[in-house]
T-cell receptor, first 113, second 113 residues
Framework: NSKVIQTPRYLVKGQGQKAKMRCIPE?????VFWYQQNKNNEFKFLIN????????QIDMTEKRFSAECPSNSPCSLEIQSSEAGDSALYLC???????????FGKGTRLTVV | GDSVTQKQGQVTLSEDDFLFINCTYS??????LFWYVQYPGQGPQLLLK?????NKGISRGFEATYDKGTTSFHLQKASVQESDSAVYFC????????????FGLGTTLQVQP
């Protein structure tokens, strides 16, 4: 059973609205990832952190998307102005380090109407 | 760059049939390879991990062997059950030391009773 907790499970937003989702990584896992999975099952890496520091992020994340992993608080991913094309399953994952197994949460399904 | 190819989009079998899912990869470094399984409404679950050190992974009756010569990492199971119906993803740990995973497009397995 996954120990990565994502909330909410479902999120419905209108175009232009902010969408925010949260993730509590598995205890003791300092590396956190965000992926977007579309309806065709394609995974798109968005960003990852080690503790509070960004390791890598893609261009999309640098524009409308923002993410953080503050100490002693859940990690979060926020879309500033939602677009229809953002409708997808957003997956948070965590790992012990950058070279070990990655464990995923159940995801937040975002629908932009 | 790094890539993973799963050519089979859908596989339909009957219970007790043999399962073989094809996966090939491309990378410039020593690969670490994974198989994940995703059930409806869930996030991906780690099924197997294989590195150049161990060459083979076995879990829950599933087996995958890494072949450097053909850059392949196929998933096999001798006798599938209806409960194995899910989407199976092959994944490659990307270069760059960030822990990012590169996923294939997935193979949907449907096992008929």
């Amino acid at each position: 059973n996954s120990k990565v907790i994502q909330t909410p499970r479902y999120l419905v937003k209108g175009q232009g609205q902010k969408a925010k989702m949260r993730c509590i990584p598995e205890k003791g896992h300092p590396v956190v990832f965000w992926y977007q999975q579309n309806k065709n099952n394609e995974f798109k890496f968005l960003i990852n952190f080690q503790n509070q520091e960004v390791l890598q992020q893609i261009d999309m994340t640098e524009k409308r998307f923002s993410a953080e992993c503050p100490s002693n608080s859940p990690c979060s991913l926020e879309i500033q102005s939602s677009e229809a094309g953002d409708s997808a399953l957003y997956l948070c994952a965590s790992s012990l380090n950058r070279h070990t197994e990655v464990f995923f949460g159940k995801g937040t399904r975002l629908t932009v109407v | 760059g790094d890539s993973v190819t799963q050519k089979q989009g859908q596989v339909t079998l009957s219970e007790d049939d043999f399962l073989f899912i094809n996966c090939t990869y491309s990378t410039t470094t020593y690969p670490t390879l994974f198989w994940y399984v995703q059930y409806p409404g869930q996030g991906p679950q780690l099924l197997l991990k294989v590195t150049t050190a161990n060459n083979k992974g076995i879990s829950r009756g599933f087996e995958a062997t890494y072949d450097k010569g053909t850059t392949s990492f196929h998933l096999q199971k001798a006798s599938v059950q209806e409960s194995d119906s899910a989407v199976y993803f092959c994944a490659l740990a990307g270069t760059g030391n960030t822990g990012k995973l590169i996923f294939g497009l997935g193979t949907t397995l449907q096992v008929q009773p």
